[in-house]
């Protein structure tokens, strides 16, 4: 069974920290792009960060540069994102996702319709 589950999300105080992870399963992992998207309510979900199967070629959206740092165990199949600074606007639901191409990174990690598999997500809430 083909598998992305999120988790670490929960509830945290501005300018806390949590650290998501996604564990993969069923599927090949290690020579692909990993994505994560979030979802606030009420809004589109947006691209957060992504890398390539290396970990070495990183992308992050303007809002979160500098304050997420994304990284990967290849051998685990586990992806994760460390999140700093957090504040009331980064509450979201947070996706992981395989980017449907090999060994490259396409569009920057930015385009959901270059992902084929997605988790269901982990909430993510801070509060002011």
């Known amino acids: 069974q083909v598998q992305l589950v999120e988790s670490g999300g929960g509830l945290v105080q501005a300018g806390g920290s949590l650290r998501l992870t996604c564990a993969a399963s069923g599927l090949d992992f290690s020579r692909y792009t990993m994505g994560w998207f979030r979802q606030a309510p009420g809004k589109e979900r947006e691209f957060v960060a992504a890398?390539?199967?290396?970990?070495?070629?990183?992308y992050y959206s303007d809002s979160v540069r500098g304050r997420f740092t994304i990284s990967r165990d290849n051998a685990k199949k586990l992806v994760y994102m460390q999140m700093n600074s957090l504040k009331p606007e980064d509450t979201a639901v947070y996706y992981c996702?395989?980017?449907?191409?090999?060994?490259?990174?396409?569009?920057?990690?930015?385009?959901?319709?270059?992902?084929?598999?997605w988790g269901r997500g982990t909430q993510v809430t801070v509060s002011s």
């Open positions: 890398f390539d199967w290396t970990g070495l070629d990183t």
């Open positions: 996702a395989r980017q449907m191409t090999r060994r490259t990174i396409v569009g920057g990690g930015r385009r959901e319709f270059d992902y084929d598999y």
